[in-house]
């Protein structure tokens, strides 16, 4: 949301107005984000962090010839500039506060995760989220503190269960 100031001919104010305004822009997945921090992780890697500060992270599908299996926890967390983060299909855990505090960051892209941890998108600016037909389990609070508006759950109606606690919204 922004307030503009209208102005009349002779630009003097006349008016406030306030607008929400959506801004989009294309990410390219196919190029993984520079200096992303590996470490190795049950047969593949695990994302540990990143050197440096990114507003778009781009997980790629396999480093080294391995899969990226896992987002350690707190491998993100507190980040001040991350805005977008894309995490493959090759990733099927994302760790215990793995982006909590991440205060920008407003769009999640997930492949076939398979387990959020607890608490792992606390207080992002993140609003609407599509959650994996693969998601198994989700930590207590994992969107806790978010400024949640829409949360698509493919397998509500099936085998899953949780508590509004789990989300923490």
Excluded: W
Excluded at 22 to 49: L, M, Q, R, S, W
Excluded at 61 to 69: A, F
Excluded at 128 to 149: C, H, K, N, Q, W
Aim: with cysteine; glycine share 10%; proline share 4%.
């Amino acid at each position: 949301t922004a307030t503009f100031k209208m102005k009349n001919e002779n630009y003097e104010d006349i008016a406030p107005m306030t607008a929400n305004i959506t801004i989009k822009h294309e990410v390219n997945t196919d190029t993984p984000t520079e200096g992303i921090i590996f470490e190795e992780y049950e047969g593949g890697y695990a994302v540990a962090g990143v050197s440096g500060d990114v507003d778009v992270l781009v997980i790629p599908e396999t480093y080294n010839g391995k899969p990226v299996l896992s987002v350690k926890s707190f491998a993100f967390s507190g980040s001040k500039t991350l805005l977008y983060a894309y995490i493959p299909s090759s990733v099927v855990n994302i760790g215990n506060k793995a982006f909590s505090d991440c205060s920008l960051l407003i769009t999640v892209e997930f492949g076939d995760v398979e387990i959020i941890g607890q608490q792992a998108f606390k207080n992002t600016a993140i609003r609407e989220i599509v959650l994996p037909e693969s998601l198994e389990t989700i930590g207590m609070g994992a969107f806790e503190g978010t400024r949640m508006e829409k949360i698509t759950l493919p397998f509500i109606g099936g085998s899953r269960n949780s508590s509004s606690s789990y989300f923490g919204y």
